[in-house]
């Protein structure tokens, strides 16, 4: 490896590579699964190394009240997830919750977006409603310890908490996201990084059919 090299150079020209690949063959929207099934493949491999574990699990949604950015083929992906799996009613509460945090989050300046604390749309009982297509930024963050993340979320506007997030599965994650990001930005898509309530008040008040983008 070149002296100038990132250690996670590899595993973001790997991934670069392989959805590049995939985006060719199979079109971009397997490539994007197959692209996070990689992500979680990778990060359950790392995490069974690491001691203390992860602190993650199924109901703990601190991390859920953050600011999420995400890329258009995520959104789109969400978008269908969410119109072939959610009840009428269901939708109609999803499209109502994020216009009504795109509107508070537009009031903000970035720095107070990113201590708003605002409940994700998608966060549901507790639980993540479109787990299957989570954004890749929510598949980078893993905690050891949940009382940083809990303490983080009762007092969102004081950034001297220490985070316990791992840093191993933080940067294979931004490593990952990085090659992946750039293959579908060669392939002709929109290479920009929206917040999320704002590109899903976009995507589902115009119900765009993906199957032709
Ligand atoms: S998309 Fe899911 S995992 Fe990500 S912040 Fe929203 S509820 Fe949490």
Not at 58 to 73: F, N
Request: one cysteine or more; proline letters at 5%; a negative charge.
């Amino acid at each position: 490896m070149a002296p100038t090299e990132s250690p996670f150079t590899e595993i973001t020209e790997r991934e670069y590579a392989l959805t590049s690949a995939d985006i060719k063959v199979v079109g971009w929207q397997q490539a994007l699964v197959a692209s996070q099934e990689r992500q979680d493949a990778m990060a359950g491999l790392i995490a069974s190394t690491l001691s203390p574990g992860i602190a993650c699990q199924a109901g703990c949604w601190y991390c859920c009240y953050l600011k999420v950015d995400v890329r258009s083929e995520e959104v789109l992906q969400i978008v269908e997830y969410v119109r072939g799996s959610f009840s009428p009613a269901q939708q109609q509460r999803l499209q109502d919750d994020v216009a009504e945090n795109a509107k508070a989050l537009q009031a903000m300046s970035g720095e107070q977006q990113l201590t708003a604390n605002l409940k994700c749309p998608l966060l549901e009982d507790g639980k993540c409603s479109v787990y299957a297509v989570r954004p890749a930024r929510c598949r980078t963050l893993h905690a050891t310890d949940v009382a940083g993340c809990r303490k983080a979320w009762e007092e969102p506007t004081n950034l001297n908490i220490p985070h316990t997030l791992a840093p191993a599965l933080l940067y294979t994650g931004e490593a990952h996201l990085k090659g992946a990001r750039r293959a579908f930005t060669d392939a002709g898509h929109d290479g920009r990084v929206y917040e999320l309530n704002a590109a899903l008040a976009v995507a589902l008040a115009k119900r765009p059919d993906i199957s032709s983008a």
